[in-house]
Each structure stands twice: as C-alpha cells, then as structure tokens.
Nanobody, 115 residues
Framework: QVQLVASGGGSVQPGGSLRLSCLASGFSVGRYTMSWVRQAPGKVREWVATIGDLTGIRDYAPSVKGRFTISRDSYRNSLYLQMNSLKSEDTAVYFC????????WGQGTQVTVAS
C-alpha cells in the first residue's frame, strides 16, 4: 500500500530555513519521479519542485529556484525539500507527490513565514 507522510513544517521568520521530509512506503522513492506541490490560502495548488526517477534531474518553479533544494534518500525511502531564504509568499501547505502508475499525495504540512 502506497503511503506518503509529510513532516517538518512550522512557523519561521522571513529569511529563515525549514526542511520538509516525506516518508514513503509501498514503493521505492529512488525509482520514481517525486515532486513537492504547495497550496497557499485561497489559491490553487502550485508546483514547487521535481526530482526525476532514474536520472535524478531536478527542476524548480522560478519562484523558488536558488532557494529551495529537492533531494531524496533511497536508504531512508524519503523525499526532502530544503527551503532557505523563506519569504512570506512561501506560506502554504506543502504536499509531497509520487508519480507512480497513478499520482499519490501526502497529507500536507503547513509552512508559515511571518515576522
């Protein structure tokens, strides 16, 4: 059974950092494309970053490029999102997503950036 459990969210001041984690089960994160997606209050879900399956090629939304880093650890079967230089506009619920034979979503973790 595929399961994604996101964690690591919280409240931070502008300019701060957070590291999100997504623990996967039921499949191997190293074999599939994985993404982070966020949804701010009153807005549609927005793609943040993707890491490719076998190639590991990473891609980022322009709004986070240079500040966020997506990575994974096959041993821990986890996906990560390192977020630096956080801005108020990064405030959102962050979801991890697995692109398997179907798309699977984690439950989301809240990130709040405010002074």
């Amino acid at each position: 059974q595929v399961q994604l459990v996101a964690s690591g969210g919280g409240s931070v001041q502008p300019g701060g950092s957070l590291r999100l984690s997504c623990l996967a089960s039921g499949f191997s994160v190293g074999r599939y494309t994985m993404s982070w997606v966020r949804q701010a209050p009153g807005k549609v879900r927005e793609w943040v970053a993707t890491i490719g399956d076998l190639t590991g090629i990473r891609d980022y939304a322009p709004s986070v490029k240079g500040r966020f880093t997506i990575s994974r650890d096959s041993y821990r079967n986890s996906l990560y999102l390192q977020m630096n230089s956080l801005k108020s506009e990064d405030t959102a619920v962050y979801f991890c997503k697995a692109h398997l034979w179907s798309d699977y979503w984690g439950q989301g973790t809240q990130v709040t950036v405010a002074s």
